[in-house]
Structure formats: C-alpha cells, structure tokens
C-alpha cells in the first residue's frame, strides 16, 4: 500500500457518521487539510462539511469538486482489519473513497496549482436528508460559486480502471416515503375487536406495488421500494400501530407526482377500508443528476483520447444523489467510478477495490490540468 490515500480512506472508513453528524470525520478532513501548504487556501467549516478553496494562479473561473462525506446506518459484515468502529454504521456508498479522492486531487493541485481556482465540498447528509441543497444557499456559494462542478460515485459493478457516464440525465428523482398507520388493538384472540395495522401494512405494500405495475408507462421507469416495515409489540397483542419507510424513484418529475398521487389515493383506500388512520410524510426529496451535454461530452472524450481509463456510455439508474441540486444550478457532470465489488452499494459486505483511488486522483488531476490550465 504505498498510496497514502488508500491509508486516508481505511482511517475514514472507520469511522463513519450518519448525516450532519460527521463531527470526527470533519476533525479528520480538516488535520490532514491543515498539514498541507498554506499560502493558498483558504478553509470554511459549514455544519459537520468544509469548504476548501485552491487560489489558482490566474483565475478566470473556478471549478468545483464535490465529495460526500456521511456513511449509512448499516452494520457492517466485512472482515476486513479496518472495518467501522461505530456500532450499526458503515461507509457501505463509497463515501470514504469520494473524500480521499477528494483529499488526493486537493493535495495535487496545492503542490502543483492549475491556472483557475478550485472549490472543493465535503459535503455532509447525502444519504439523508441532504446537504447539497442547504450548503448551495450558503454564504459561501454566493461568494465562492463554482463555474463547473464535477463529482464521482464508486460503481461496484464495473472494473477498476473504467468509467461510466452520460450526457443528461444520469440518476433519477427521488422522495423519500414515511407512512404511519394507527388503528385499535387488542388481544390476539379478539380480532373482531380490534383495527389491525400489521393487516392493513401488509395489504397497503402490496397495493403500493401496484403503482409501478398499472399506473407508469412501461416505457418510463419508476421505483416504489419498502426497505423497513415496524409495528405492533409482542406476538400475541394485535397491533394498533404500523410505520412503513421506503424511497420513490422516478425517471421524470411528472411520474414523481404521477406516483405521489396514486400512493395518496391508496392510502386513504386503506384509511377507509381499515377504519384506521394513515399519515404520509414525504421526508426528504433529490432532484434528479442531470448532466451537462457539452462538458461530459468533452470530458469523455478527453479521457478517451488521453487513454487515462475505459470510458463506458451508461445507461441512467435509479439512484438518488443530491447533488441534482448542485447541477441544476451549475454546469458539471457526475460519473461512474469502476471499483469492482461482488457486493453492491448500499450492501453491509461492500469491499470496493482501493486500486480504483489511485486511478481516479490521475483521471481527475489530468482532466483539471485540461481544463483549468
Ligand atoms: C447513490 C445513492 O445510493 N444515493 C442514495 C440517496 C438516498 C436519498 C434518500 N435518502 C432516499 O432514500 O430517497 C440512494 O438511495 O439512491
């Protein structure tokens, strides 16, 4: 291991945080921030996230990197000896690779500077409940906004030494969906008396499904997913309540309201049919990644010219990323980085390949060299 940022992300990977808690890690990013040359930046904590601002030598734009910098409250089933510290948390969407990337590029361009200054965000709560959104209306977007803004996701689908991207859209709308259900209960062996709400959770998941199936154009692409259902007490209380939490995704903004009002619909369906009372909450919500047209073209093209890595034109997924939001403000794009993992994203044995760090710190200084020169 003679990347120093192989080490950096081992020691992150140890210590993941949920969403605006990332208060060691943000200790973590600013120590190793402050061992670097001085004379040109100029640091901003925001929240649990910094801003880190490269003064280039003669600047006519600035240009952005953005790195996520939360984990997942997952517990992690790795054995590997640098496996997270922290009970039911886990950097298991790569994060830890996006911030020593991140540190990488950022130590690159302090020793050899490009012509245009740099802004580099770390962003905390992507996975929930978003920090791109709050962080674009901060003080120091207004003063240090970007002209671009670029970003990478680790893909465990494809090789290390191969990208993935697309002009427009690359990952969907997202909403996350909380449904609380309250009914009567009662004693196991007096149904009659009662309002089930496991009964009536159990009937709503199956209808939910039927959204995606009867009411979304085949051709278009939507996603309903339950990932946690709680209710009742013990096994012979009939339960009075139910929560179901899962996410929306969407391939447009008209199928996210198309969506919305048929979830709307079919739970008062259930409200009426159960006799209970069922509230929605929408929790958070991510506007699609929409990437620039010309600015990814040229960018695969330039990594395809120079040879740097496998550029593959994607197809766009249904994951979510909040910084949709930073795109819809400002020209980028976000790409693929191939880390070759048997287990996905988002999966508690998730073992990205650290070669991928080494690769994308060189695509990425090669790429700013290029462009910010
Ligand atoms: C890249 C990725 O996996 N992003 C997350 C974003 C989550 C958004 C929100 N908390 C939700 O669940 O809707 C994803 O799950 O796609």
């Not at 649990?48 to 030598?57: A, I, N, P, S, Y």
């Not at 919500?285 to 620039?292: A, E, G, I, L, S």
């Not at 766009?316 to 939001?325: H, K, R, V």
Request: proline share 5%; net charge negative.
């Amino acid at each position: 291991m003679s990347n120093p940022f192989v080490q950096i992300r081992r020691d992150l990977h140890q210590i993941p945080e949920l969403g605006f808690q990332e208060f060691k890690t943000q200790k973590y990013l600013l120590s190793y921030i402050e061992s670097l040359p001085k004379e040109r930046l100029e640091v901003r904590k925001w929240e649990t996230g910094l801003f880190v601002k490269v003064h280039g030598l003669n600047p006519r734009k600035i240009i952005g990197y953005r790195a996520d910098i939360d984990g997942l409250p997952i517990k992690e089933e790795t054995e590997l000896p640098f496996h997270s510290t922290h009970a039911e948390q886990m950097h298991a969407c790569g994060h830890d690779f996006h911030m020593s990337i991140g540190l990488g590029v950022l130590t690159h361009i302090v020793h050899h500077p490009i012509q245009d200054d740099m802004l580099f965000i770390f962003q905390p709560a992507e996975e929930g409940p978003g920090g791109a959104e709050p962080m674009l209306k901060s003080r120091e977007m207004e003063e240090w906004k970007p002209d671009m803004i670029i970003a990478l996701h680790i893909a465990p689908e494809y090789p290390v030494g191969t990208i993935a991207t697309r002009e427009g859209l690359l990952f969907a709308n997202t909403s996350e969906l909380f449904i609380d259900l309250v009914g009567k209960g009662g004693h196991a062996a007096y149904p009659h008396q009662t309002n089930d709400m496991v009964i009536a959770a159990c009937s709503l998941v199956s209808q939910l499904q039927t959204v995606i199936s009867r009411n979304i154009d085949p051709l278009d692409s939507a996603v309903i997913t339950i990932g946690k259902i709680t209710g009742g007490t013990v096994q012979n209380v009939i339960a009075e309540k139910a929560r179901l939490e899962g996410t929306i995704r969407t391939l447009s903004v008209d199928s996210m309201k198309k969506v919305k009002n048929r979830i709307e619909s079919i739970v008062q369906g259930i409200a009426t049919g159960y006799e209970c009372e069922v509230k929605i909450d929408y929790g958070s919500m991510y506007h699609q990644v929409y990437n620039d047209h010309s600015l990814t073209r040229e960018f695969m093209n330039y990594v395809e010219e120079q040879s740097l890595v496998r550029v593959i034109e994607c197809k766009e997924a249904m994951t979510g990323e909040d910084f949709g939001y930073m795109l819809e403000k400002i020209p980028g794009f976000m790409f693929w980085l191939g880390v070759e993992s048997e287990f996905g994203l988002h999966h508690s044995k998730l073992n990205p390949n650290e070669d991928a760090i080494e690769k994308a710190i060189m695509l990425l200084t090669a790429y700013l060299n290029y462009k910010g020169n």
